[in-house]
């Protein structure tokens, strides 16, 4: 069993940047390949980018592709989001996840954080 913890978000001027991370409570987080997911309460969860145990393989939705940077430290047991020039449409709950089992950009994956508000404002 994994536990992920999300740090918290924010409100954020568009343009601006913020950095989200998810702290796992177990080592075996070093097995796991990695995702963060969004969601509004008008949309489904969506992918926003994906990394690899390793982080040799790193994927990214074409909405935040050159904004967001994923990254892992696997010594820390932490994942990062660093998310640059943000925008209104980027407001939504974000979601860390553990172990898609397949496909990086599908919600299937078996570990979930709580989620944190991200909140950009025009």
């Known amino acids: 069993q994994v536990h992920l913890v999300e740090s918290e978000g924010g409100l954020v001027q568009s343009g601006g940047s913020l950095r989200l991370s998810c702290a796992a409570s177990?080592?075996?987080?070093?097995?796991?390949?990695m995702g963060w997911f969004r969601q509004t309460p008008v949309k489904e969860r969506e992918f926003v980018a994906g990394?690899?145990?390793?982080?040799?393989?790193?994927y990214y939705a074409d909405s935040v592709k050159g904004r967001f940077t994923i990254s892992r430290d696997n010594a820390k047991n932490t994942m990062y989001l660093q998310m640059n020039s943000l925008k209104p449409e980027d407001t939504a709950v974000y979601y860390c996840a553990a172990d898609p089992g397949g496909d990086y950009s599908e919600p299937n994956y078996t570990y979930w954080g709580q989620g944190t508000q991200v909140t950009v404002s025009s």
């Open positions: 177990e080592r075996t987080f070093t097995n796991y390949n």
């Open positions: 990394i690899s145990w390793s982080s040799m393989y790193r």
